[in-house]
């Protein structure tokens, strides 16, 4: 019994330890604070620059700046993915792994480790994105749902984390995942419709489109979980909707997640096993 409390302590340690790396070289990384902090602010500046007017088309005087704010979410906390793949990959460069093989823990620290440092920096992400969209630029929201909007949000990092997880299983180096993970996600952005609205059957197959889409009906439009989710971001009296309900769209993206952190530890395992 001793043993085993003695060894949980030691898998906490490292997985801190980890997490504790991670931070100090993400905040030494300038690039990396820029995509992930700078580079969002600014987004939102050229949104409200060019969708601030009120659309006729839309419901409830929403503007299309309103509408398309979540999708600036999506892809502040998709950017997860690019920099836990660049982190998974620097324990492979930098010996992490080896000396892990080395100690009675399991790998399954890098990932904890990758899931504390990121979920740190998503938190920072969304706060700063909050109080700039909603409290300076004036992003519509609704106040009750708001949290429930900032937990779908840390959800889906979680899953990019796992998609970060895979990408690096499969290359050698940082400056690949960085390469790989990047094109990955804004490609995933443009196909979901998340940067810009879609109406293409493709949009269902991306987890980036059922994160915004139940962000945008909960926290923008006020919808309930039991409303039927549209195919698109473009709210409108006379969209027809689909036959999933919000929850269903909500069970989607933790199905996403789940399926991410799983097949991303199993292949990571393999492919770094010595």
Do not use: C
């Not at 909050?130 to 949290?147: K, N, Q, S, V, W």
């Not at 490609?187 to 979901?192: D, E, P």
């Not at 949009?203 to 489109?209: E, I, S």
């Amino acid at each position: 019994m001793a043993i085993e409390i003695k060894q949980m302590k030691m898998v906490d340690s490292k997985a801190l330890h980890i997490a504790k790396k991670n931070v100090k070289e993400k905040l030494k990384n300038f690039g990396s604070m820029f995509w992930t902090v700078a580079f969002p602010i600014m987004m939102l500046l050229v949104y409200k620059l060019a969708f601030s007017e009120e659309s006729d088309y839309m419901i409830n005087g929403l503007t299309a700046f309103d509408v398309e704010f979540p999708g600036i979410v999506v892809y502040t906390i998709g950017m997860a993915t690019v920099t836990s793949a660049v982190m998974f990959s620097m324990s492979k460069k930098d010996g992490t792994l080896e000396r892990i093989d080395s100690m009675p823990v399991s790998r399954g620290n890098v990932f904890l480790g990758a899931l504390i440092s990121e979920t740190i920096f998503m938190n920072l992400q969304l706060v700063l994105l909050f109080t700039f969209g909603y409290g300076i630029l004036g992003a519509h929201f609704e106040l009750a749902m708001l949290p429930i909007g900032y937990l779908i949000a840390m959800l889906y990092g979680i899953g990019a984390i796992g998609l970060g997880l895979i990408i690096s299983s499969f290359v050698k180096t940082p400056e690949a995942a960085n390469g790989f993970s990047m094109l990955g996600h804004m490609v995933l952005m443009f196909v979901s419709g998340s940067f810009f609205p879609l109406d293409n059957p493709g949009v269902f197959f991306t987890p980036q489109y059922w994160v915004k889409q139940v962000y945008l009906q909960l926290t923008v439009v006020g919808d309930s979980f039991s409303d039927l989710m549209y195919s698109t971001s473009i709210i409108t009296p006379f969209l027809d909707p689909t036959i999933i309900p919000i929850w269903g769209g909500l069970l989607i993206i933790i199905a996403f997640t789940a399926l991410f952190i799983a097949i991303g530890i199993r292949i990571f395992q393999k492919k770094t096993s010595l």
